[in-house]
């Protein structure tokens, strides 16, 4: 089965996404994780998407639809999530769209619930790895050995969007935007709700159970 998988910043959409895939055998599209790598490699989509990101802002609509459209096209036959899109609902239209022309379907659309307070402390607390993108947090999932991946050997670092002044501009953005799509995808009898603010492993299964 095919699934959105959507939620606020922090919600654990990436730590989630990396289960299905290991586990799964799913696919991963991240637009978060699909900019960062064209910013890190210096592409003309990355210089065109590194200023919103930076002020916690969305990337314009047509970039990020282009780009999704672009990676759909490509896809094998796996089951695919798409973590971080739609996140506004000219973007949910578009995927509505694109998805109808390949003969593709979206079976569930599953919200991860989290209060805003636990939001605030995986944001501020989160690290990543700048090889191969790892997802850490100081307290709740540490690195064995400081500031080193435990997946590379690569260099662990924050996030340029997981400073305090950015990340209340990610979450504003977020309930304007694409807490709202809630009411779209329960109008497509797609939605459904897992409390995101579980223990990892809990959050897993939960999700496992809806999509099967
Ligand atoms: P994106 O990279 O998608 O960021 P986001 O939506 O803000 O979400 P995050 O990646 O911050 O959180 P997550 O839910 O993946 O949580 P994670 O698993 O890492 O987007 C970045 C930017 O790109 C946007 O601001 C925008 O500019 C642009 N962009 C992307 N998509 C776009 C689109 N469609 N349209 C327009 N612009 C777009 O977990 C967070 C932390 O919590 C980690 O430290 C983790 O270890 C910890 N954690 C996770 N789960 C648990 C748990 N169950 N218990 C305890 N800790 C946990
Ligand atoms: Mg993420
Ligand atoms: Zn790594």
Redesign the pocket.
């Known amino acids: 089965m095919n699934i959105v998988?959507f939620?606020?910043?922090?919600?654990?959409?990436?730590?989630?996404?990396?289960l299905l895939v290991e586990r799964l055998g799913m696919v991963q599209i991240?637009?978060?994780?699909?900019?960062?790598a064209a910013i890190k490699n210096k592409t003309e989509l990355g210089q065109k998407?590194q200023s919103?990101?930076?002020?916690?802002?969305?990337?314009?609509?047509s970039?990020?639809i282009g780009m999704?459209d672009e990676v759909l096209a490509k896809l094998e036959n796996k089951s695919f999530i798409l973590?971080?899109?739609?996140?506004?609902s000219a973007?949910a239209e578009a995927l509505g769209k694109i998805l109808s022309q390949r003969a593709l379907e979206i079976g569930k659309a599953v919200f991860?619930e989290?209060p805003r307070e636990?939001?605030l402390?995986?944001?501020t607390?989160?690290?990543?790895c700048k090889s191969c993108g790892a997802?850490?947090?100081?307290?709740?999932?540490p690195t064995k050995v400081a500031g080193v991946c435990d997946v590379c050997g690569g260099e662990v670092i924050q996030?340029n969007?997981?400073k305090e002044d950015?990340i209340a501009?990610?979450l504003k953005?977020?309930e304007e935007?694409?807490l709202p799509l809630r009411t779209y995808f329960k109008e497509l009898n797609k939605y459904v709700e897992v409390n995101?603010?579980?223990?990892?492993?809990?959050?897993f299964s939960n999700i496992k159970r809806v999509i099967s």
């Not at 997802?135 to 999932?141: G, R």
């Not at 995101?196 to 959050?203: K, L, M, S």
Request: charged share 25%; aromatic share 6%; no cysteine.
């Open positions: 998988l939620g606020a910043p922090g919600a654990g959409k990436g730590t989630q996404s990396t991240s637009t978060g994780d699909l900019f960062r998407a919103f990101m930076d002020k916690g802002e969305l990337v314009p609509d970039i990020v999704v973590d971080g899109f739609p996140r506004t973007q991860l989290v636990e939001l402390g995986r944001l607390g989160r690290r990543v997802v850490y947090h100081v307290q709740s999932k996030r969007d997981d950015v501009t990610r953005t977020y935007n694409t995101g603010a579980q223990d990892t492993e809990t959050v």
